[in-house]
């Protein structure tokens, strides 16, 4: 059963910028979807519509059977979400901030102590659930989120970008935390990420979105299969020449140019290796560097959007000004 | 969804109380600020007299109700101005997507303001006994808690106006002192009515604090400009339309 189905949500700023450009897609239960894409691409925009924060300018959505234009409400108790932006209160204990949302949730008494138990335990903070919160490191506030979003048992989690600006350590631990509550409290999971190793990590399809787009949806191993069994990037002296030269064989799948590289998948790259340098030796490209790797997602993302990700610069840019908004 | 959500408002109040608790250096100066208002300034120009004011009220009795309003004015501003806060570190979007209306939320904080305002008016009160400050408290203190709660209500209702207009907690200094400080300064806080030129006074006239300070003064001290009633009903009146503005811009407000 489709748990998230949206029909042609589309959401437009300022009468001019189209944040979401007619999106559809849907999310299956019990399955973790994923959002791939560059920072604006319209990830957060569309989970803000979906949890209700935003209205739709044009189409819609349906939750758990629900129209999030007419029942909002229904909606509302049906979904947890775990913001990009931390949004604990740091002068509260983590338990207070768990048991503030349990009661904003109606929760009543026992239900609600038997809870918070259970998903502290499930995010290993029982020690730390009478730190007050400005104490926690980031990691541990990312997991009392996450705990936060599944104190009301809802259907969905919905987690926007839940590792931005952690430490490769913890981001490995929350992958862990996001797989176990998966499998174990079978809840389905619908993420957005600008990190290619995350999105193929975590995810049972992804949907690469960028410009408010959807490009493609389909299982990580899928899309990467697409590109070729391997992937090779050349630098040489004239990419234009070799592009053009390279494009025409048939054994190249996948071809794209980017900056002074060509890249493109191919079968059986031991064997085409010699072929690629005595095609260049024969029209005088000289060849400056070759790189032979497996398919990642980054791959992928270059095929349907001719560019990279460049996940590195946004990632500290993006720490920075988490960083300053935080003070 | 219900209109109203007890569990919410109760939930709002319980972090309004805990966060109000646990700001150790606020809770200080919540002691310091009145005490040297009132000893200071209050003893310092102890021997000034107002004209129409009756010869046995001294200077700090006129003064008292005025720092009582002053020290429920601003923290209640704050309240509904910490919406913005909650802006500005995402816990406002924890609230605005929980199963609740937004009137509740909007209770619920306002509630926990007022509690604080009642808490700091007290202290105030406390303080002023003990510089010899000598009330009629068997006669109105219920009345003055009233006014105290009124006070609250209003400035709650500004502040949460005021954020609603703004996007981030930058201008924050601007408004302190573009709005806060005049309905303090205007509000005959320091000084009798009576004794205002007659331009300050039709300025005083239109703000609410001044029917506060007023009110207080009638209930704590058995004198005041106007009669008791008018202030009464001109601050309640003046609550529900602050108030009712306030939940309005809110409910529109998007995280």
Known sequence: MDIVETNELTKIYNKSVKAVDHVNFSVKEGEIFGFLGPNGAGKTTTIKMLVTLLKPTEGTAKIAGHDIKKYPDKIRNSIGIVFQEPALDDQLTGRENLDFHARMYGMKKEKREKRIKEVLKLVNLEEKANTLVKNYSGGMKRRLEIARGLMHFPKILFLDEPTLGLDPQTRRLIWDYIKVLNEKENITIFLTTHYMEEADYLCDRVAIIDYGKILVIEKPSKLKNQIGKDVITIGCSNSEICADILKREKWVESFKTHDSNVTFGTKEIEKKLPLILRIAERNNIEIKTIDIRKPTLEDVFLYYTGRKIREQETNISEQFKRRFMNR | ?255
């Open chain 2, 1 to 255: 969804m219900s209109i109203l959500n007890y569990q919410a408002i109760y939930v709002m109040w319980l972090r309004q109380m805990k966060r109000f608790v646990r700001a150790k250096s606020r809770i200080i100066s919540n002691f310091v600020q009145p005490f040297f208002f009132l000893a200071i300034l209050g003893l310092g120009l102890g021997a000034a007299r107002f004209p129409g004011v009756p010869s046995g009220i001294n200077y700090i009795d006129i003064l008292t109700p005025g720092i009582i309003a002053m020290s429920i004015l601003f923290p209640s501003v704050f309240v509904g101005l910490s919406v913005l806060w909650d802006k500005q570190f995402g816990f406002l979007q924890e609230v605005l997507v929980a199963p609740v209306s937004r009137l509740s939320i909007v209770i619920g904080r306002t509630l926990g303001g007022a509690t604080n305002a009642l808490i700091q008016g007290l202290i105030v009160l406390f303080i002023a006994i003990i510089l010899g400050v000598s009330f009629q408290l068997s006669l109105n203190l219920i009345l003055a808690f009233v006014f105290m709660i009124l006070i609250s209500f209003v400035a709650i209702g500004i502040g949460l106006i005021i954020a609603s207009r703004m996007e981030n907690i930058e201008g924050f200094q601007f408004i302190v002192s573009l709005f806060v400080f005049p309905l303090l300064f205007l509000s005959s806080a320091f000084s009798p009515l009576e004794s205002l030129p007659s331009w300050l006074r039709t300025i005083a006239f239109i703000d609410p604090i001044t029917y506060g300070v007023d009110g207080l003064r009638a209930s704590l001290i058995g004198y005041s400009y106007f009669p008791i009633y008018i202030n009464l009903s001109v601050l309640i009146i003046l609550s529900i339309v602050m108030m009712g503005l306030g939940s309005y811009f809110f409910s529109k407000s998007e995280a």
